[in-house]
């Protein structure tokens, strides 16, 4: 596996190998791999002839009070476990050379992205398509991969690459879990040994969600209130949204269907975590 940090060296490099004939996966990662990143990576090793992962703590999605100090970081680890999952190009590129002095430039996708951590994290996803998007164009893959637990983020990275004609293939794949079924991000890493037993509340009040819609409940409210009863148990838990929406519009639906996807954030003391569940699928835990 060789690193790449710079943004020319990059786009060179998959100028040629498309020259080739060979195809590209990209893996978009902000770092601080886990399991879920690996697993996209090994689907990709599969789906292309060259693997791409990335590794950019990306400033212009998070807001001016948000963690981007602090987001963990530790490259050589990230190295040693993309090398393991058979990435050939490991891009590592600085800020300043994705955004050099006098970019002006921005992605937004309407819609899509004033609701749910959109609108609890203003910029946040203008700053997520305008990063994917230049990634999309010096990487220059035929496929790229994400993980379903950022439901939204899939859902808007796929309305971009449609409306913008952009020669990618996005494939969401299932949210890896910890044996608790706590989804695994790198944030998770934030939580303190007590905060940490109170996070699979949120896999409880999917699973809640979905036994209950499993029996016939079909109405909103009476499937949020589980929810919403079963975080309110925790005490470092407060609940930023918990909603059922259409999943592709993501607009809020009034009775639950076969399109209908139940939506979670919640903090846990000072960390945020989010997860989903598409109500009439099994919850799948280890």
Not at 216 to 242: Q, T
Not at 255 to 284: C, K, M, W
Request: glycine content about 6%; proline content about 5%.
């Amino acid at each position: 596996m060789e690193i790449i940090t710079r943004v020319a060296e990059m786009q060179a490099r998959a100028s040629a190998a498309k020259k080739n004939g060979q195809s590209i996966a990209l893996v978009p990662t902000m770092g601080f791999l886990h399991q879920g990143h690996l697993s996209l990576m090994q689907e990709g090793r599969r789906r292309a002839d060259l693997l791409v992962a990335s590794v950019f703590v990306n400033p212009t999605q998070f807001g001016p009070q948000e963690d981007f100090a602090s987001y963990p970081r530790d490259l050589q680890r990230d190295a040693e476990l993309a090398a393991g999952a058979g990435v050939d190009w490991l891009f590592v590129p600085e800020v300043d050379d994705m955004y050099p002095q006098g970019f002006a430039t921005a992605v937004t996708v309407s819609g899509l992205t004033e609701v749910l951590c959109g609108a609890s994290r203003p910029g946040h996803f203008q700053g997520v398509t305008t990063v994917v998007c230049k990634l999309f164009g010096i990487v220059q893959p035929q496929v790229a991969l994400f993980g379903r637990k950022d439901f939204q983020q899939l859902a808007v990275i796929r309305r971009m690459t449609l409306d913008l004609n952009l020669p990618v293939e996005i494939i969401g794949l299932p949210t890896v879990r910890e044996p608790d079924g706590l989804a695994m991000s790198s944030r998770n890493a934030y939580l303190s040994a007590a905060e940490r037993r109170q996070a699979p509340a949120l896999i409880d009040a999917l699973q809640l969600a979905s036994a209950a819609v499993k029996t016939g409940e079909r109405n909103v409210e009476r499937v949020l209130a589980l929810v919403r009863n079963r975080i309110d148990r925790e005490p470092d838990a407060v609940i930023d949204y918990a909603v059922i929406c259409n999943g592709t519009t993501l607009q809020a639906v009034p009775e639950v269907d076969g399109d209908s996807v139940l939506l979670l954030a919640v903090r846990i003391g000072r960390t945020r975590l989010i997860d989903n569940h598409t109500l009439f699928e099994e919850v799948d835990i280890p």
